[in-house]
Nanobody
């Protein structure tokens, strides 16, 4: 009943920026924290960033702090990830996720299909 669809990935160069979008459909995810995980080839999925329903609480992985910004527009049922000063190690499939509560965990109840971000030099 709830579907998450990511978009905005692509092939960019180091130092470039991208903005990922995640649109939720089916119903409004009131009370849900939403955010992003990523998975590079041969690696485990890792947390990137999250934002609470009201937008007042955001969390970032150390690798994302200062470069990435997570935001949401609940009227549009959309969560964004603005990624600046991209690095080679940012290359991964980025997954949108949603979970009831404030803390986003790897066992989130809803996931998108993923969007590929490739950073080259």
């Amino acid at each position: 009943q709830v579907q998450l669809v990511e978009s905005g990935g692509g092939l960019v160069q180091t130092g470039d920026s991208l903005r990922l979008s995640c649109v939720a459909s089916g119903r409004t995810l009131s009370g849900y924290v939403m955010g992003w995980f990523r998975q590079a080839p041969g690696q485990d999925r890792e947390f990137v960033a999250s934002i609470s329903w009201g937008g007042s609480t955001t969390r970032y992985a150390d690798s994302a702090k200062g470069r990435f910004t997570v935001s949401r527009d609940n009227a549009k049922n959309t969560v964004y990830l603005q990624m600046n000063r991209l690095k080679l190690e940012d290359t991964a499939v980025y997954f949108c996720a949603a979970e009831r509560g404030v803390v986003l965990t790897p066992k989130a109840s809803h996931w998108g299909q993923g969007t590929q971000v490739t950073v080259s030099s």
